[in-house]
């Protein structure tokens, strides 16, 4: 993906092995090897110091403390914009503290869905106020299009008349892909066409849901 050239890119921890939108060399790897890594703070000090960034863009909930804490002391110019993507039925606590610390100052609290939107806690709401608006996550059209363009000329293996569900995520207990597999497996059972389910992803479950798919 094309960026700008005076966007910056920072990890607060490790750059994950998991595939990103970036090129690994473009992004800047603080190294953090627990949440209050001392070296990482600093490195994350300097970086907000030397650079004076217009806006600072967080997500992570340690990251987005600290970041928000190092901005108010030395660059309280900075436009502050978190961005929220999980279900906050399901999140841990330490993530809900962060965001009590972290919303009164925000510019900008953006949400990647109305569900996200919808499951904020009420002193959430009450806090972030008319500052939360919803960007959905960005989605490249002309791929979906040049499949559907393989599909139309009669390409895919599947026979044409059965139908085929697709599910992409992280495999980890809060995407809950144990019960999409269990649902499907009942669905298949009573259908009338040929149903396939394909899931596409990597994560702390994978071996427990490939033992659920034999079942």
């Not at 961005?83 to 609290?109: G, Y």
């Not at 599909?151 to 995407?175: I, M, P, W, Y």
Request: with cysteine; proline share 3%.
């Amino acid at each position: 993906r094309e960026r700008h050239p005076n966007l910056t890119i920072a990890s607060y921890f490790s750059i994950s092995h998991f595939p990103a939108d970036h090129e690994r060399d473009s992004v800047i790897a603080l190294g953090a090897s627990h949440p209050f890594d001392v070296c990482a703070i600093k490195k994350l000090f300097f970086l907000i110091r030397d650079l004076k960034p217009n806006i600072i863009h967080t997500h992570h909930s340690v990251s987005s403390v600290l970041t928000t804490l190092i901005s108010q002391f030395i660059h309280r110019d900075a436009i502050l914009a978190k961005t929220e993507h999980n279900d906050h039925r399901h999140i841990a606590k330490h993530h809900l503290v962060a965001n009590l610390l972290t919303f009164p100052v925000q510019s900008m609290i953006v949400c990647n869905s109305d569900t996200t939107l919808k499951s904020f806690k009420w002193w959430e709401r009450l806090i972030a106020g008319d500052r939360v608006m919803r960007i959905y996550n960005g989605v490249d059209i002309s791929r979906i299009v040049s499949i559907i363009h393989v599909c139309a000329e009669g390409e895919r293996s599947e026979a044409n008349d059965s139908f085929v569900l697709g599910h992409v995520g992280r495999l980890t207990a809060q995407k809950n892909q144990a019960r999409l597999i269990k649902a499907f497996a009942a669905a298949k059972a009573v259908a009338p066409i040929a149903l396939k389910l394909e899931i596409v992803g990597d994560g702390p479950l994978r071996e427990v849901l490939l033992e659920l798919t034999v079942e």
